[in-house]
């Protein structure tokens, strides 16, 4: 089992930039696949980004592509998320996630705990 725990979020303006961090222990990081998603009140948790081990693929919800970057530092034991042009629909709970692979929260079995991202118009 792997530890995640997340950290940025904030409260921003709409056009604003936040970058979101997640801490990995337990595991070998760098032998595991890394995905963020999102959970806004009243809604199912949605994928947002997923980028393998070992300089693996990296996919992209299609609301986020283009604004958002998932990166990943091995040696830090550290996934991030840059977001940029924030829109108040970013508005949600960010988690990060380890264990599976894919768009589907289902396929995880590792979460943290979450960070609260809003996005004021």
């Known amino acids: 089992q792997v530890q995640l725990v997340e950290s940025g979020g904030g409260l921003v303006q709409a056009g604003g930039s936040l970058r979101l961090s997640c801490a990995a222990s337990g595991r070998t990081f760098s032998r595991v696949d890394m995905g963020w998603f999102r959970q806004a009140p009243g809604k199912e948790r949605e994928f947002v980004a997923v980028?393998?081990?070992?300089?693996?693929?990296?996919y992209y919800a299609d609301s986020v592509k283009g604004r958002f970057t998932i990166s990943r530092d091995n040696a830090k034991n550290t996934v991030y998320l840059q977001m940029n042009s924030l829109k108040p629909e970013d508005t949600a709970v960010y988690y990060c996630a380890t264990g599976g692979w894919g768009t589907t929260s289902d396929n995880y079995d590792s979460w943290g705990q979450g960070t609260q991202v809003t996005v004021s118009s």
């Open positions: 980028r393998g081990w070992s300089g693996g693929p990296t």
